[in-house]
């Protein structure tokens, strides 16, 4: 196995893809080669990043020192038992997924875990983004975090148990405050005034949570245990059923927590 990492090879061309190749090649790492099940998203960013563009999984091993595996949780071990017989190191970069679905076909393996929500096209301060990472061994260890510390200074040792955690904390953090973002949008639009009105208040919101501790911070009516407000706001909701019902799961959490 290579002590050091210098050439990467890609699965996936998707969101974390797309970050991940560009930014290492940025820091000068070489990409050789990008497979994905759809051709022309990998013949995009094998263009944006110098890369070639593989037919058969397996092409992966080619010249590279660390392929990653930046597909959909569930494809993982599929792609991963195309690729075997790999002298250098794979890993795959899902939170929720352990890092033994390699072990079976793989001596140097590993998770390279960046907690951000990642969009095609939208640049992301990868500096600013923790990885967490997982290894076979400490010689995987140490060259899988060179690798991470060259996109940012943010580098953890996280177990699989961990990383579980971690992915659903930020399922809660990201997507589904995300939900209420949607949802609140839909409400805006409904009353005829423009959903901009809202940025104010989620930013402040966002400003908060990440200064303190978000359990300080908890306003509105359900904190005040106001129940008159809260039943006039399920009221206005009546229409919407699964929405007033989501209202109210909430309302009592925060309530209880504050008892």
Known sequence: MQKSIGKIALAGSGNIAWHLANGF????????????????????????????????????RKNADMIILAVADNAIEEVASHIRKFDGILVHTAGSVPMDVLKDSFINYGVFYPLQTFS????????????????????????????ALSLSAKVYEADSHQRMLLH????????YSNLMYTISNELIKSSGLPKEILHPL????????????????????????????????IETLASLPEYAELYRLLANLISNKYK
């Open 120 to 147: 095609k096209g939208t640049p992301v301060d990868l500096s600013e983004v923790p990885f967490f990472l997982e290894s076979s061994s400490n010689e995987v260890f140490q060259a899988i975090k060179q690798a």
């Open 25 to 60: 090649k940025l820091q000068g790492y070489e990409i050789t080669g990008i497979w994905s099940r759809t051709k022309s998203n990998a013949l995009e960013l094998a263009e944006n990043c110098g890369a070639l563009v593989y037919e058969e999984i397996s092409d992966l």
């Open 202 to 233: 989620i930013l402040e919101t966002a400003r908060k949570a990440a200064s303190g501790d978000p359990l300080k911070m908890q306003t509105g009516p359900a904190r005040r245990n106001d129940t008159s407000t809260i039943e006039k706001h």
């Open 168 to 175: 659903v904390a930020a399922v809660f953090a990201g997507n």
